[in-house]
């Protein structure tokens, strides 16, 4: 929702009907503050207060409010960047994309595209990690493949770990251009 854009409306539509700042708020049962904040772009209201002032103007929240999709490259970078929070713990790689994710589902344009193909390669990479550790640790304790060592472990692990950091900057700086991320995963699971 634009507060500006919010603002303006709800101007527009008060002076239509001869209301006063003071009447719409007394009429509305909010505070005169919260009409002026409101009108100069300066907060967004909660749903309530939408829903009280539209009721006082006779017309409906959509009416005041711009809910249209709005094109933010900025924030999609922040998303895939916001996945190489994997390299503090591989869950936070998927915690962390799924939260900036879902705070504008909706609200950015190739949000929800993004947000899934990313989440999906984290989730995907995660478990072929844990799965790759755990086959690891088993066949060097159970004598399967004796010639595999910790220290090959580490260097698998090290090579996953780059591999997906790897892929996250390209995929950002395909972002930044104006381009489509290219992420893959064998399940999806969004």
Known sequence: MDKSYLGKKVKEYR???G???ELLAEDSGLSY????????GESKPTGDTLNRIAASLDVTPEDLANWEVEDDLKFLVFLNLSAL???????LGILIPF????AKRG???NLDQLGKALINFQITWTLTLVIAMIASFIAAKTGILAEFSFSKVIIIVLISYALN????????ILLSKGKPARYFSLIKFL
Do not use: D, G, H, Y
């Open 107 to 109: 609200k950015v344009a």
């Open 33 to 40: 503050r919260t009409i002026q904040r409101i009108e100069s």
């Open 15 to 17: 002076t239509k009907k």
């Open 85 to 91: 929070s994997f390299i503090l713990f591989p869950i």
């Open 99 to 102: 939260m900036v994710w879902t």
């Open 165 to 172: 950091a790897l892929i996250i900057v390209a995929n950002t």
């Open 19 to 21: 209301l006063s700042q």
